[in-house]
């Protein structure tokens, strides 16, 4: 059996489980579900689906939903399969609204396949549902809070690794350009007599998403003298590049063409953030420990000698979701290649 099938079927298993606690523990705060204006419990993604058809559609497979699920987080070096408890504060969540918007989230034990859910964002105090706006004419009743959409509802989980307090300290927090006007894009919404309103994506592309990532990147390779300069500028993050996660990385590579063939590819400059322990500068030069991911709007430039027998020169800007892989393994992205023919 492979690991996305025996996944699957624990997925499965404690779903059945998880699904009776809720029912035995109905009616305590622990899931932070109680009655809502409607007199509608709500407690899981499945009910609002009925009627929001598209945005569950969205949700569904996104990392928020997978959250809990994901092969990735449950690696043996990882959270190994959740026995470390710390991670579930996250991945399997209680409501904002139970816990605190802005606040560190709690897990919680139910619904094991949801992750962070529809109920988790937009559950109520009260039981009820929040949103943009007050709409006592619908079905599910939503009222306003400014609470609910606000960054601080993304820090809750989003500033572990300071990604809320990059966004903070870029021109996107000046400018009033916050996580959902780049992560939550505008789209359109049939309602069910045909007519269209405009709703928000919410797939959350992020680090695996490659039209996302090359939003975040300006990348040039020029020759200047003798010299190649390579350059990277933050143009499209609200934040660092690469953001959270200490194991993401971006390489910037080059290589010289010769006459006697292309030469090996080279690592000019690798940004990121190392782990607590890493003693090892991420590039020579750097500080132990010192983050080389590129904050909102900033530009590094490395330059490098160029050999007299040089043809071209060859450039290349990768994402890895991890720094220990090659360019061959699916878990990097080639997001830019640039060539320069030389005189
Ligand atoms: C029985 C149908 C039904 C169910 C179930 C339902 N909704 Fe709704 N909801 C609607 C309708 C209809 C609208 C209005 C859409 C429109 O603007 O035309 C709406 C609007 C909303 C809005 C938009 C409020 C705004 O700011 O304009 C939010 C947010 C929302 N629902 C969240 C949820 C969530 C989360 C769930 C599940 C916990 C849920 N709904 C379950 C029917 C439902
Ligand atoms: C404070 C909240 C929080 C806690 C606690 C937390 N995580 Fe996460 N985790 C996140 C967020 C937010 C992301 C998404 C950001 C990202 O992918 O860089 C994430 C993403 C990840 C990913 C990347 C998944 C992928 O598909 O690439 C891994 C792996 C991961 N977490 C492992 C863990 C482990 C292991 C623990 C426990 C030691 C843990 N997390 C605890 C919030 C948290
Ligand atoms: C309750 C915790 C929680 C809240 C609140 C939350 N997230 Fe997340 N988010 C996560 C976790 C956990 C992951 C990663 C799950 C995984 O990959 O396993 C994640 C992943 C993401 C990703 C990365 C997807 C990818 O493929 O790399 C983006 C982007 C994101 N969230 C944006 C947001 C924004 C914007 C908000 C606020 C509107 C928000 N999140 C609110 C926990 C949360
Ligand atoms: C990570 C937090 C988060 C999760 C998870 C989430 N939402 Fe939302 N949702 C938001 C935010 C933020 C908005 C935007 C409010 C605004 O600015 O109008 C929103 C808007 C909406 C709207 C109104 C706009 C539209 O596109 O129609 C509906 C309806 C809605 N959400 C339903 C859901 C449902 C159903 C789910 C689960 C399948 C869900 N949401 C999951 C945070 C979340
Ligand atoms: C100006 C647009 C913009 C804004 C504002 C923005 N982001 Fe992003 N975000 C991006 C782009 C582009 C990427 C892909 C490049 C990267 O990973 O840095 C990204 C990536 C991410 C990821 C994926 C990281 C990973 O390792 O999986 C997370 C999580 C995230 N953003 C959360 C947030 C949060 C939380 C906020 C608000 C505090 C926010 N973003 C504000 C554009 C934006």
New binding site residues.
Partial sequence: MNLKARITILVAVLGTFGGAIAFLSAGGPANGASHGAGGKRWESAAQCRECHQDVYEEWHGS?HQIAFSNPEVRLPEMSDNFRKPECMDCHLPRPLAVTGFGKRTLPRRTHFDEGVSCITCHLAPDGGILGRNDRPEVPCQPKASAEFFA?DA??SC??QHW??D???A?H?AAEG???A???MPAVDRVRKDGSKRLGRGHV??????KA??Q???EFTAAKAGQELVLSLK?V??????????RH?AVDMVYRFVTAEGQGTWTRAYRFRQPYRDEAEPINPGNASGENTQLP?GATKEVRVPIPAEAKAIEARLW?R?TPFCDDADPRSTLLFERRVELP
């Fill in positions: 990392h960054v993304c820090a989003h500033n990604t809320t990059q966004w903070r870029s996107y350009v916050d996580c006007a780049c992560h959350y592309a992020g680090a695996h998403d996302m990532l939003k975040a990147a933050n499209g993050a609200g934040h660092n590049f690469p953001t959270e996660e993401r909102a994402y979701l």
